[in-house]
């Protein structure tokens, strides 16, 4: 006899395994399926564990400026194979956390590969057997893995994909990453840092092509300040792999250039994990690997949903989360507010961080909003001049009728940490007379934010 649930889920990431907490909550029979690890590829293979190599990199990096700070520290070096395991065992750490949590709110975990063989009805391969499960509200919160272009596949020797760089068998000397979105550009800072001679090829016109333009060019003399080529308006379109060495075809305005590596990492995007789930059969729609969802993440077939990756942009882990709690408080009755992705905030991990949310200033006038635009420097900060971190900048987009703050953008140290106030003032219909009338704690990071804001008014005093 199948086990019966109010609401399953497929997918133990941090839209699944988020969703059936909140669903056992507010009082419905939950239960969650997971493939492989609880906490899914964020918490094992993606958002935790990057930032923790990032963080020795990081580490590494101040190490190296020690005579900055008035310090003395001989003979600095790295252990890659501690630096990776201490890596692994934050990331091990935490999915014993997922355990926990879910245990504590009493919901079922089943591990094995789901399908969907009906309405309501989810069919489970385990270790033991096949177990069949139904549920009033089934959510598929599978994910997604990297894309994989022809002539470009990962072999997990020369040419990487994520999990790949993640737990390295070696140090690349000479490394290609394709690709600098948020994924790519992490990697390239991780290993440029502990010394890798690192190209990116992006085939946009910038790097971190969806952040502004400005924040783009600032990022991008920064990486170049650190060692790194960047190669803009450029595409890779083969790789001959010979032992030890791979030599890349590189395009660039119609020319070829081969150009010789140890490593290649590619990070070309991602496809959504909706093979074999049995949709196709119950009239799901999907498009370009992604379910299509209505903004409450519906389906369209009664009972079914889906979050997360699989349901498209933006694919964030705190996306997946809020729209688990939203789909939950839904199944249970609730009123939830739809999860806009406007309100999403960015977040990338490199050296410097980049952070932003909402439009772009030029997003914003493609829209037709007449803005107001402010800027201040991480130069005309003390704290960031103290912390010896002086390169970077905030942004701030304004509609100069309303005063409404359209969209943020930060590059520099800790930005990822500072993008928050933005985006709460964005949640709270903030004006730019609020903002301005806002007394911020000095001295600390933060008053660049006012400091921007002020800018856009023409009411800058620190700069």
Known sequence: MAATYDFLVIGAGPGGYVAAIRAAQLGLKACVVERENLGGICLNWGCIPTKALLRSAEVFHLMERAKDFGLSADKIDYDLDKVVSRSRGVAKQMEGGVKHLLKKNKVDVVMGTAKVTGKGKVSVKTDKGTEELSAKHVVLATGARARELPGLEADGDLVWTYRHALNPTRMPKKLLVIGSGAIGIEFASFFNTLGADTTVVEVMDRVLPVEDAEISAFAKKQFEKQGMKIMEKSAVKKLDRAKGKVTAHVETGGKVEKMEFDTVISAVGIVGNVE??????LGVKIDRTHVVVDEYCRTGVEGLYAIGDIAGAPWLAHKASHEGVMVAELAAGGHPHPVRPEAIAGCTYCHPQVASVGLTEAKAKEQGYKVKVGKFPFIGNGKAVALGESEGMVKTVFDEKT???????????????????YVVGRALETTEEDLMNTVFPHPTLSEMMHESVLDAYGRAIHF
């Open 276 to 281: 074999d789930l049995g949709l196709e059969e």
């Open 403 to 421: 005063g409404e703050l359209l969209g943020a953008h930060m590059v520099g140290a800790e930005v990822t940490e500072l993008i928050q106030g």
